[in-house]
């Protein structure tokens, strides 16, 4: 299977049990990560991080990512295990 099989280059989101997942949900999880993590981050960078972070869960979890991947960072998972 390839990237165009579950999202064609025209298609910017996809349905999976009923919560939308955009194109760049997973990089721009990986990205908020790093800010979130990076201790050079302010207050307010790292709080802005962290709520989206939080609004992507529904759709990692609906592709699957964490039954997949494990999360290394013991922080970040109890972020992700909180349910948000």
Do not use: Y
Request: glycine share 6%; hydrophobic share 45%; aromatic share 4%.
């Amino acid at each position: 299977m390839q990237a165009q099989d579950i999202l064609p280059d025209h298609q910017n989101h996809v349905q999976i049990d009923g919560v939308t997942v955009r194109k760049g949900s997973v990089g721009a999880f990986l990205a908020n990560v790093r800010q979130w993590q990076d201790p050079a981050s302010d207050a307010t960078a790292r709080a802005t991080a962290e709520a989206d972070l939080c609004a992507l869960l529904p759709a990692l979890r609906a592709l699957g990512l964490f039954e997949v991947f494990a999360v290394r960072d013991p922080q970040l998972q109890r972020l992700i295990d909180s349910g948000t």
